[in-house]
């Protein structure tokens, strides 16, 4: 007998003994209690344990599975949030920009945008819907720098060649003339065809404020203009319109490049716009006519690199038109390349600018950024 285990009590005899013959039905079996706990629980405080473990178990179970789906649920909210969206020209394509296109850094209340290029629509060319494509894909201003429809800047020019390309883009454009625009008496065509926003006052050189900076646009056709000396009437405009103006930060576009390692190279007769303009603090020239992209560490209007007050140049004349070489390299020229046709895009905040220029091809790019005076 196991020890521990009491034996079974025994039955009491019957009161009656069963008659011979009857059938005697055998004894009920009997299941032996079971061992005491040794510390003095019982049965039911066992299985009132065992419940409770298990219901908290079943807690425990059900709270980990809710949280679980709560952090997938989040994880793939935040994926979705998270997720990055790249436009044209947020990146070069040999660097991989930037931001969606148009994209600041800082001061987003006064940032603006400003993109385009001269030299822009040949009908005898392609490249100008290429660009026109990329400025299409940029929201901002729309500049040209001179040039806008070959050869003669006809009215037909414009409506065949520049229409159907830049011409998507004329609602925000922005337009400066150019010597083949002035292949057309009277600029004829390139003010019917840009009307107003042309010439706003009447005369092919004009200003406007965009964000925080001060845009300037001048006529470097000189003898068309009657000279562009600081007594001329476009001289006299240039020095007033500066004296005007609030703006901590400027820009001036026009088509003849001051300094230039292209085809034309330096053209002194726009020495008196880059004097006024250094003088007045002015901050970027934009050019075009040699068709090729340059831009230029900042000089002082002797040519001098000056880092303090110089005027950093680029040349853009990149549109369209057929690409050319630089037959010789002038002192401060950092960056040149002419194996593809692009636009180049100012973000302009409010006391600095960031630049990139952009190709039809990837081939190439240039960016960077600059304070201003």
């Not at 009307?195 to 050189?205: I, L, N, Q, V, Y």
Request: with cysteine; net charge negative.
């Amino acid at each position: 007998m196991r020890e521990g285990t009491e034996p079974p009590e025994a039955a009491p005899p019957a009161s009656d003994p069963p008659s011979p013959g009857e059938p005697v039905a055998p004894p009920e079996p009997v299941t032996p209690s079971p061992e005491p706990a040794h510390d003095g629980g019982s049965i039911g405080r066992s299985i009132a344990l065992g419940v409770v473990a298990f219901a908290a178990t079943i807690v425990l179970l059900a709270g980990l599975s809710g949280l679980l789906t709560r952090s997938q649920g989040g994880a793939a909210e935040a994926s979705a949030t998270a997720a990055p969206s790249i436009g044209i020209g947020s990146a070069a394509p040999s660097s991989a920009p930037s931001s969606s296109v148009g994209a600041v850094a800082s001061g987003a209340s006064t940032d603006a945008v400003l993109v385009g290029a001269g030299d822009v629509a040949d009908c005898s060319l392609d490249k100008g819907a290429a660009t026109a494509t990329l400025l299409e894909g940029i929201a901002g201003t729309v500049f040209t720098a001179g040039d806008n429809a070959y050869p003669n800047g006809t009215a037909q020019q414009f409506t065949d060649c520049y229409d159907p390309t830049w011409g998507r883009l004329k609602a925000r454009t922005r337009p400066a003339a150019g010597n083949h625009d002035w292949g057309t008496k009277d600029l004829a065509g390139y003010l019917g065809y840009f009307g107003a926003a042309a010439a706003p006052d009447g005369k092919s050189w004009y200003s406007y404020d965009l964000g925080a900076w001060h845009v300037v646009v001048l006529d470097s056709d000189c003898t068309e203009v009657k000279g562009c000396a600081p007594d001329s009437d476009q001289g006299k405009w240039l020095a007033a319109d500066l004296a005007a103006t609030k703006a901590k930060c400027t820009l001036a576009i026009w088509h003849h490049p001051r300094f230039s390692s292209g085809e034309h190279g330096d053209d002194a007769d726009v020495g008196p716009f880059w004097k006024a303009l250094y003088d007045a603090g002015a901050d970027v020239v934009v050019n075009g006519h040699d068709h090729d992209y340059e831009r230029f560490a900042p000089q002082d209007p002797a040519g001098r690199a000056d880092d303090a007050r110089g005027i950093r140049e680029f040349v853009a004349g990149t549109g369209g038109a057929e690409l050319r070489t630089f037959p010789t390299i002038r002192p401060n020229s950092i960056v040149r390349a002419s194996v593809a046709h692009g636009v180049i895009r100012f973000t302009l905040h409010k006391s600095s600018y960031d630049w990139r220029f952009i190709s039809t091809t990837g081939e190439f790019s240039d960016s960077g950024s600059g304070a201003c005076h």
